[in-house]
């Protein structure tokens, strides 16, 4: 059984990134594996400030006391890591930028994280948009020797629920099948 922990990195709720994240939950066996969707909505992530605390911290709390501790114990058990996000000039959300760079924390050494999959919208029509989020998750994968779960980038959905009827859509699923 595989537990698969999904970065919903959109803070817009129901929106094109919440959408294509239900058609990749839609296609995951529920009966082999498990599925966490934690949401940047509600969250309080400050970013790293790089004082590197956690690393002299013998249990690597972070100096920071705000939502993040919680993500660490959510994230720890996970197989799979979806990051999910809408691009905001050329990367992931601010509010998923935050997550990501504090687990810069050494705490992350203790992950079981095998896999990863990365589902990217945007309003933009010219593809070439996602090159720097494909980039840094490529990046991602070859530094922490991660399994490439797939990748699949949305363009051209601005206004919400654009992606409704969206080929993607059945392309999650059928991602979510093969977890």
Same mark, same amino acid.
């Given at each position: 059984?595989?537990?698969? +922990?999904?970065?919903?990195?959109?803070?817009?709720?129901?929106?094109?990134?919440?959408i294509l994240v239900n058609a990749f939950i839609n296609g995951i066996n529920k009966q082999e594996n498990s599925?966490?969707?934690?949401?940047?909505?509600?969250?309080?992530?400050?970013?790293?400030?790089?004082?590197?605390?956690?690393?002299?911290?013998?249990?690597?709390?972070?100096?920071?006391?705000?939502?993040?501790?919680?993500?660490?114990?959510?994230?720890?058990? +996970?197989?799979?890591?979806?990051?999910?996000?809408?691009?905001?000039?050329? =990367?992931?959300?601010?509010?998923?930028?935050?997550?990501?760079?504090?687990?810069?924390?050494?705490?992350?050494?203790?992950?079981?994280?095998?896999?990863?999959?990365?589902?990217?919208?945007?309003?933009?029509?010219?593809?070439?948009?996602?090159?720097?989020?494909?980039?840094?998750?490529?990046?991602?994968?070859?530094?922490?020797?991660?399994?490439? =779960?797939?990748?699949?980038?949305?363009? =051209?959905?601005?206004?919400?629920?654009?992606?409704?009827?969206?080929? +993607?859509?059945?392309?999650?699923?059928?991602?979510?099948?093969?977890?």
């Amino acid at each position: 059984m595989a537990k698969i +922990a999904v970065l919903l990195g959109s803070p817009r709720r129901n929106g094109n990134t919440e959408i294509l994240v239900n058609a990749f939950i839609n296609g995951i066996n529920k009966q082999e594996n498990s599925v966490e969707v934690i949401s940047v909505i509600g969250k309080k992530v400050n970013g790293c400030t790089g004082c590197d605390f956690c690393y002299r911290d013998d249990s690597h709390n972070c100096v920071q006391k705000d939502d993040m501790q919680e993500i660490y114990e959510r994230l720890a058990d +996970a197989d799979v890591f979806v990051i999910a996000t809408p691009v905001y000039f050329y =990367g992931v959300s601010s509010q998923l930028k935050c997550m990501i760079d504090r687990l810069h924390n050494p705490i992350r050494n203790t992950f079981k994280v095998k896999k990863l999959v990365l589902l990217a919208v945007c309003a933009d029509e010219i593809p070439s948009v996602f090159d720097s989020l494909i980039t840094m998750y490529h990046s991602v994968l070859s530094y922490f020797s991660l399994e490439n =779960g797939g990748v699949i980038t949305v363009p =051209g959905v601005a206004g919400k629920g654009d992606i409704l009827g969206h080929a +993607a859509l059945l392309e999650a699923r059928k991602l979510g099948e093969k977890i």
